[in-house]
């Protein structure tokens, strides 16, 4: 490889760096530079500032269990009709997943009534049904809650340090150390978060706040649904951005690694694909909630 006259020497050696990571010189104008930065954190020096960043990112990731403390200390002044305060809100931000529950137990039992209800003749699906009474919706919500923080808690002291920082930092909204550590890694941080994030968390609340404002629909006021509303649209974006990124980057490993394509297409199939269909899913669901005369609606029967 001819080095030009106007290189600097560190020009060339973090091109020679690239080169040894890719194995094929053809490759380097598609390889990112932060690449490079795996070869680099050779340096003792660089190691250390990894590894203090990687324990800060797993702290922070583990501080997320606090913010159920805010809705737990505003049930008292949850109502069924306009959710937890707008103070819980604003201090909650968009971590509205934990304030759910307060406000379905607020609206039960109706809630969880007009929920068992919507099961019969739908199918598979009222197998679920049990289930449904035994938990009501507020501790189904609940019990989802808690399992996505619970799984997300072990993974930040499992897997690759790298790894598991990506995640802990995506989890705590700093998505640029996120990307930071996923080039470190190299396995990929979109579908480690897509599991762990949109798979475990963000869909199966989907469905059940949906679930809650189909059932609860005639108890809220113009307050309490557009707090709902704001929340399912969140949801929505986050669980939506996240599997395009998983699936853009599926998509380029397949168009740049012929070989590997037939696995690429599987994960495609078995994560990406169910993932839009669920989000689909939920968003029809939130358009029926407003349509039907009963606010409940599936897929099996229509409008309940």
Not at 31 to 47: G, S, T, Y
Not at 81 to 86: A, E, K, S
Not at 188 to 197: D, L, P, T, W
Request: aromatic fraction near 10%.
């Amino acid at each position: 490889m001819p080095r030009s006259s106007d290189e600097s020497p560190e020009e060339v050696e973090g091109l020679l760096l690239t080169c040894n990571l890719s194995g094929n010189e053809e490759e380097d104008h598609v390889l990112p530079a932060p690449w490079v930065i795996v070869e680099e954190d050779k340096d003792p020096e660089h190691q250390e500032q990894a590894e203090l960043i990687r324990q800060r990112m797993k702290w922070e990731g583990r501080q997320m269990v606090v913010l159920p403390l805010v809705p737990l200390i505003a049930a008292p002044w949850t109502t069924c009709t306009g959710g937890i305060p707008t103070w819980a809100y604003a201090l909650y931000d968009i971590f509205t997943d934990g304030a759910m529950p307060w406000q379905a137990a607020a609206c039960d039992p109706e809630a969880t009534n007009h929920f068992v209800a919507a099961f019969e003749g739908a199918g598979p699906s009222q197998l679920f049904q049990p289930l449904a009474q035994w938990l009501g919706l507020p501790g189904l919500l609940a019990l989802t809650f808690l399992f996505a923080t619970a799984v997300q808690q072990a993974r930040f002291s499992t897997g690759s340090p790298d790894n598991a920082a990506a995640l802990a930092a995506d989890v705590v909204g700093l998505h640029g150390l996120a990307t930071y550590f996923e080039k470190r890694d190299g396995s990929g941080r979109a579908s480690n978060v897509v599991v762990y994030k949109v798979l475990a968390e963000n869909l199966p609340q989907l469905f059940l706040q949906t679930a809650f404002l189909s059932a609860a629909f005639a108890r809220f006021d113009g307050w309490g649904r557009l707090k709902i509303m704001v929340s399912l649209g969140l949801g929505l974006i986050s669980a939506t951005l996240k599997l395009s990124q998983m699936a853009m980057a599926m998509i380029s490993i397949m168009w740049r690694r012929p070989e590997r394509r037939g696995s690429v297409l599987l994960g495609l199939l078995v994560f990406a694909l169910p993932g839009f269909l669920m989000v689909a899913w939920v968003v029809a669901r939130i358009i029926m909630a407003h349509k039907c005369p009963s606010h409940q609606w599936n897929l099996a029967t229509g409008c309940v």
